[in-house]
């Protein structure tokens, strides 16, 4: 899974990053300070694609993506930190609750990842400018249809499915929903 993607070393010995989640303050204390190395676009696209779909499904526009990331307070600091980022992702519309997936998501987008190891620091911050663009460059571009133009896309792939399969009320929510599925259930084998 993730935490077989990520090894940190440790001058004594090498630790998997799975058994260093957020589970206690005990667990978020022995972090503090130790170095690790820089999270990549590698280990977090599918958590990536995954949340672009469930932005599909409840149409939110990139447009609109500071009112989903960032909370009113956050906005007014300019600033998010990795623990705060580490919640928002748990909570709606992103629902990363696993708590690996979750922490390495906020790392990838608060922690400077200029150098291949980062010293964790749960209150690290980074500016929300930052935030949002590896955060856009992280779902990429997609796009929220106008309900005519999603009805006629639901009709051509009814039509192409229809020949093969009878689907007659096949739509992009539905589709959208069974990607998100698909994406979960590959997640949990990794």
């Known amino acids: 899974g993730i935490s077989s993607l990520l090894f940190l070393s440790d001058k004594k010995n090498t630790t998997s990053f799975g058994t260093l989640t957020k589970k206690s303050e005990d667990n978020s204390q022995k972090r503090l300070g ?24 409840e149409r939110i526009n990139l447009d609109k993506i500071d009112n989903v990331l960032f909370s009113e307070q956050i906005k ?4 998010v930190s990795l623990r705060e980022m580490e919640d928002i992702i748990r ?3 992103f629902r990363i609750r696993d708590e690996d997936k979750s922490l390495l998501l906020a790392r990838y987008l608060v922690e ?6 980062v010293t964790y620091d749960e209150e690290v911050t980074s500016p929300i400018s930052v935030v949002r663009s590896i955060f ?7 796009q929220i249809y106008e309900q005519e133009t999603e009805k006629a896309i639901q009709n051509d792939i009814g039509a192409i499915l229809h020949k093969s399969v009878s689907y007659t009320h096949l739509t992009l929510p539905t589709i959208y929903s069974v990607q998100i599925s698909v994406v979960a259930v590959s997640l949990k084998k990794k």
Do not use: A, C, M
């Not at 690790?36 to 958590?47: A, F, G, S």
């Not at 400077?112 to 190891?117: G, I, R, T």
């Not at 856009?136 to 997609?142: A, I, M, T």
């Open 34 to 57: 130790k170095k690790y190395p820089k999270v990549t676009l590698e280990q977090v696209k599918d958590l990536g694609y995954e949340i672009g779909l469930r932005f599909k499904l």
């Open 76 to 79: 007014s600091r300019g600033v």
């Open 91 to 93: 909570g709606h519309p």
């Open 112 to 117: 400077d990842n200029q150098e291949d190891y």
């Open 136 to 142: 856009k460059n992280l779902l990429g571009n997609y």
